[in-house]
């Protein structure tokens, strides 16, 4: 069973699955050119995916072989994981953001161990409390050497330029750089008539950034061995980029949204204004928990997530965490809140 859909135009999606993960699947985009197929991200890295995304490039009448280049909206293993097997099978060039690029190629160059120890530096600088960096300490004492997940992903060999055209024959797609759910996010802008004529400016590809019924995950992105030592909330500020990416999104006026997950839809003006309103209101709501002062951790514990505290795994609280000091470091910028002097591990307070 394949899963493809025709969007018209010369653009199809394919619904790789994602294995045991709730999100389901990737949809890779394929878009026609002058010199062969392109696709817009690839999949997961699994064999069930590979079998899935061939299968569906056969179902539209072309093959994996065919394949002219890979645009990837941005470095993770659900839209990059494949991208190296399918160059190998095709000898299709891979395009990505630099600052992607260059999480990609730092990824693969890490020293064994390096991302763990980074974490339990981290972690214990934002207040985590003894029976979450237990274990952590424990794999470090015993070498054990975690690496980064994606650590085997491909090297891209074209960078995507933002605000210009890529160079795909008979297609206008215009790269928009969209950094907040990664420094490189890309959307990508298929400036051409709708097939349907639904009123708007063209469709848009929008990788993760903007999904009709998810609010991406918006995280830190550190450099393991450039953040050691650094106050929980200096640095970039990551919440702050991906609203004004929203912002930027909104203005484009595109007439449809193929998104990296769940489903086509219309209105991205509409959807960008609910985005942002959530925002405000997560935002408002921090301000109102650092009434008293509380460190990142005491932060992300007090904070709304999908489900209770209590029954967040170990993995998905590092997430967590990351996610409440990127809205620290947003409420700063603001000058909404304050790191409180000579506190250790360092708190914030609402000012
Ligand atoms: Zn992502
Ligand atoms: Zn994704």
């Not at 095709?90 to 991302?115: F, K, L, N, Q, Y």
């Not at 029976?131 to 980064?148: F, I, K, N, Q, S």
């Not at 640095?235 to 702050?240: E, F, K, Q, S, V």
């Not at 965490?321 to 409180?340: D, I, K």
Request: net charge negative; aromatic share 4%.
């Amino acid at each position: 069973m394949t899963q493809v859909t025709d969007h018209g135009g010369g653009v199809h999606s394919i619904k790789v699955p994602i294995p045991d993960n709730p999100l389901g699947h990737t949809l890779v985009h394929v878009l026609d050119t002058g010199r062969g197929p392109v696709l817009i991200d690839t999949g997961w890295d699994d064999p069930e995916a590979w079998d899935t995304l061939t299968a569906g490039l056969d179902a539209i009448g072309t093959g994996i072989g065919d394949i002219h280049g890979v645009v990837i909206t941005h470095h993770h293993p659900d839209h990059h994981g494949l991208s190296g097997q399918v160059r190998e099978a095709s000898g299709a060039w891979i395009a990505m953001h630099a600052a992607d690029a260059a999480i990609v190629r730092r990824t693969r160059e890490a020293r064994p161990g390096t991302w763990l120890s980074y974490l339990l530096t981290k972690l214990t600088a934002v207040g985590a409390p003894e029976e979450h960096l237990a274990p952590l300490r424990a794999a470090v004492e015993g070498g054990r050497m975690r690496t980064l997940p994606g650590l085997r992903s491909a090297l891209p060999d074209r960078e995507i330029v933002p605000g210009e055209l890529l160079d795909l024959a008979g297609r206008r797609l215009r790269a928009i750089w969209t950094p907040g759910h990664t420094p490189g996010h890309v959307c990508l802008h298929l400036e051409e008539e709708h097939p349907g004529n639904l009123p708007g400016r063209g469709r848009l590809f929008s990788g993760d950034h903007l999904l009709p019924g998810i609010s991406p995950h918006i995280g830190l992105y550190e450099d393991p061995d450039a953040a050691q030592g650094a106050a929980p909330a200096a640095g970039g500020d990551p919440i702050g980029d991906y609203l004004g990416s929203l912002e930027h999104i909104g203005r484009l006026g595109v007439a449809e949204v193929l998104p990296a997950h769940q489903y086509a839809f219309t209105d991205a003006a509409g959807r960008v204004r609910e985005l942002l309103d959530h925002h405000e209101e997560r935002l408002t709501g921090l301000l109102k928990l650092l009434a008293a002062p509380l460190t990142p951790w005491e932060l992300a514990e007090r904070m709304e997530w999908n489900r209770p505290w209590e029954q967040i795994s170990h993995g998905s609280r590092n997430i967590a965490v990351s996610e409440a000091e990127a809205h620290l470091r947003r409420l700063v910028r603001l000058g909404r809140a304050e790191a409180v002097a000579g506190s250790e591990p360092v708190t914030y307070i609402a000012v």
